[in-house]
Structures are given as C-alpha cells and as structure tokens.
C-alpha cells in the first residue's frame, strides 16, 4: 500500500513539473526545454550556412544529438506522467513533439530530412505557458468564436470583393487592352485584386488616362475593403469578451484537459481531482 502510494506521488509530482507552468518547477523545466528549442533552431540555421557548418559540423551535429535526447526523454516522461497515454500522443501538443524529435533519428536513416528539425519551432507556442499568459489562451478562444460568428458575413464580403474584381478587371481589359500588359482577362482581374489588396506588385499598370483614374478608385476602395472585415470580426470579438473566467495551466493527469478556471478542484472534462487528493 505504500509503494502504491509512493508510486501516485512520485507520479503525481512529475505531472505538475512537466505539465504545469504555475509552479515554479514547472516554471524552471519549462524555461530550459524552450531555451534548448531554441537553441536547436539556431543551430538548424546555422548547419544551412555552407562556410559555418563547412567550418563547426562535428560540433553541431553533437549539440543536436544532445538536444535530440533530451527531447526524447521529455516525450516518454509526457506518456508515463498521465494516466491515459493516448490523450497526449495524439493531442496537438503531442503531435508536435513527436515531429520534432523525429527528425534527427529520420536523418541517420534517410539522407537529406536533417532540415526538418526546424519543425521544432512549432514547440515555441508553450511560451504562453511560460510566460503564465493564460489569459491569452482564453482570449484566442474568444477569437477563434468570433471567427466562427463572422465566417457566414466575412463569406459574403469576400464574394462581394470577387465580384467587384472581376467587373473591373473586365473594365481594365477593355480600355487598357493587350498593349498594357491587359492581353487577357484573368490577368487583368489578377491585377485587380493585386491593386485592391494594396500590394501592388508592379509588373502591370495602366496607361492611359481613364485606366489610372479607374486605377487610383480601385486603390482607394482597397482600405475600405481591408477595413471591414476587421470590424465584423472586432464586433464579434467584443461580443465573446463580455464574459470571461480567469484561466490557469492547471492540468488534468487523467484526461489531458487543461485551461482550468482558478480555484477549480476537479477537471471540467472528466471529473478528476486536480490536486490529487
């Protein structure tokens, strides 16, 4: 009984260092493994400049194999801290880590994947967890709402653009012609949107009078057009704001959930005591 007991704290205590970011082992670990991220970027970075790595291979690839381990560590101890394995392996963040510790093994067998270690930037998104931002996580919860209330208004604004771009791309063609680079209709609808977008590449413009006034409307027309949907959205994103909790990184052992509201004791998801009491 008290191995078994033994046991549930050592595992319960390696939970809260790895999983969690409101303590402060949780904190320390979480710092080093984003530090050694991104240490490995910068050396992935570094190995793609012929005369650095020409000059310091041995030393990166040793370096990279280092972190690689570690990483490798990190990752089995992820599945032995929770009760339900499958819940981190083919959760988001697990997915992640197992693409970014890959690439180095995949590398010794298969010449030429060494460049994919660079997917370990993805890993750089747990900087909100560091950093204690969890009010962030809520509030892109809210934005991601927000964009699922305004996909029905945002789909109608930008078939209204596509219609606008192809009535005047039509016009363009029409009085600009082949001689001005006009020579087709798509392209002069290609150029519409460039202009309307306000990128403007350059490669065509028009020449005559009456194409640059039509011109200079369609690029005034182009702030209004990036002005809109930024409203509907910003409406919609007030509209989810309204009512917010106060989140944490407390993290459920058993179910992988996380996002829990301060002072909660038990998983919102599956019931689990959070405190392991």
Sequence with gaps: MNRKTSHRNWKNKLHEIIYEADTPAGKSFDVIIL????ASI????????????????????ILEWIITIVFTIEYFL????????RKYIFSFFGIIDLLSTIPKYLSVLFV??????????????RVFRILKLARFIGES?????????????????LLAVIIVSIVLGTVMYLIEGSEHGFNSI??????CIVTLTTVGYGDI????????????????????????????????????????LPLNTQHCSNCNTDNHVDGAKFCFR????????
């Excluded at 992820?78 to 394995?85: E, G, L």
């Excluded at 030429?112 to 998104?125: D, E, F, K, P, S």
């Excluded at 039509?214 to 409203?231: D, F, K, N, Q």
């Design 42 to 61: 910068i050396l992935v970075m570094l190995e793609s400049v012929s005369f650095i790595n020409d000059k310091y291979a041995s030393l990166f690839n």
């Design 270 to 277: 599956c019931g689990e005591d959070l405190h392991n009491e």
């Design 35 to 38: 530090i050694m991220i991104l």
């Design 186 to 191: 798509p392209k002069s609808v290609y150029w």
């Design 78 to 85: 992820r599945i032995i801290a929770i009760n339900k394995p």
């Design 205 to 244: 413009s028009p020449e005559t009078p009456l194409g640059q006034f039509i011109a200079s409307i369609i690029m005034v027309l182009g702030y209004g057009i990036i002005a809109v949907p930024t409203g509907i959205v910003s409406a919609e994103f007030a509209q989810q704001s309204k009512e917010k």
């Design 112 to 125: 030429g994947t060494h460049a994919l270690v660079a997917l370990r930037a993805l890993r750089l998104l």
């Design 141 to 157: 919860n809210n934005l991601v709402k927000a964009l699922k209330a305004s996909r029905v208004k945002i789909s109608v604004f």
